[in-house]
């Protein structure tokens, strides 16, 4: 009797008990697709409902950005670094199998960290929320189809060093801090198909509507998609590690802004695939954006993010 005692004291202290690690597998059987479990990422969105609480920070740099004329293109030929930092913070919650409800929060800066860089891209901050609805349109075997609604609401706060020294040579009212509401609605489909256990491909694709950072410009519509491929070595080799490489782009119509805009990004990152309940994961990604001109310039990021599901 002693020794039974002992024993369940044991599975108690155990984490979460053996009845809520069965309850874990449970509820995450949902992720599996041809037997294949998904490595979950920021770039291309999940079709899955689930909960989630995931939390990534990340750090990135763009080299050797061109400086603009500053007056009469009398300067020419400057070039410097801009680093930038940001934290992602989302939350979804499954209200039915069909249905997940989710709140995102995004902060973002960039800075210029070379006297002439710090002239060109100023000093930027993003704050960044975002509401966003899942509906699950068809469950098979081995895909999974969604649909996705979202609003995102954010404010950019910019110090553009570089305006305000252009207006005191014009003579106009030296502005050098702005606050930029900018509001957007988002609608995309989400699909991910399990080739095997080993294999699996997520995709999206979608539009969006609503304003620009740049005031000067109207409201744009813009159309975004991406897909990744992801590896799991777990299943034939017993190596808790998986792979998975993808890419995103997302086209404006309309932009006129002659800030950085992101084009296109690539990305790969590996993670710890040993529990479906937990992710970590280490990426890398290259973003391809636009500046003045038709110039492009690849920003490098690297970023670790953490995933739990419920």
């Known amino acids: 009797m002693r020794k039974l005692t002992y024993l369940a004291v044991l599975v108690m202290l155990l984490p979460g008990g053996l009845a809520a690690q069965q309850a874990v597998s449970e509820s995450n059987r949902v992720q ?6 998904f ?3 920021s770039v291309v969105p999940s079709p899955f409902v689930m909960t989630f609480v995931r939390n990534a920070v990340g750090v990135g740099v763009a080299a050797d950005l061109p400086v603009g004329p500053l007056v009469n293109d009398s300067i020419v030929g400057l070039t410097g670094d801009v680093v930038f930092a940001g934290l992602d913070f989302e939350f979804q919650h499954a209200v039915k199998s069909w249905l997940g409800v989710r709140a995102r929060l995004k902060l973002d800066a960039r800075v210029g960290n070379e006297v002439q860089s710090l002239l060109s891209a100023g000093v930027n901050t993003t704050v960044g929320y975002e509401l966003g609805w899942l509906f699950k349109l068809a469950s098979r075997e081995r895909y999974m189809l969604s649909a996705s609604v979202d609003v995102r609401n954010g404010t950019a706060t910019v110090l553009d060093i570089r ?7 014009d003579g106009q009212p030296p502005q050098l801090v702005q606050n930029i509401p900018v509001l957007r609605g988002y609608g995309s489909l989400r699909f991910a198909y399990g080739i095997s256990p ?3 491909i997520t995709a999206n694709l979608g539009a969006g509507y609503g304003e620009s950072v740049n005031r000067q410009a109207r409201n744009h519509a813009s159309v975004l998609g991406g897909v990744s491929t992801d590896f799991d070595l777990r299943p034939g080799t017993g190596v808790p590690i ?4 993808g890419y995103t782009f997302e086209s404006f119509v309309g932009e006129e802004t002659n800030a950085l805009v992101e084009n296109s990004k690539g990305t790969f990152r590996i993670e ?3 529990r ?3 992710g970590i994961g280490l990426g ?3 973003d391809r954006v636009q500046i003045e001109s038709d110039d492009r310039r690849y920003l490098y990021t690297v970023r670790i993010d953490l995933r739990y599901f419920f």
């Open 276 to 278: 479906p309940d937990l």
């Open 198 to 200: 080993l294999l699996g």
């Open 39 to 41: 490595i979950h990422n």
């Open 163 to 169: 305006s305000l020294i252009e207006g005191v040579i």
């Open 284 to 286: 890398i990604s290259a």
């Open 32 to 37: 599996f697709r041809g037997g294949h479990r």
């Open 242 to 245: 998986g792979f998975l490489l």
């Open 272 to 274: 710890y695939t040993a």
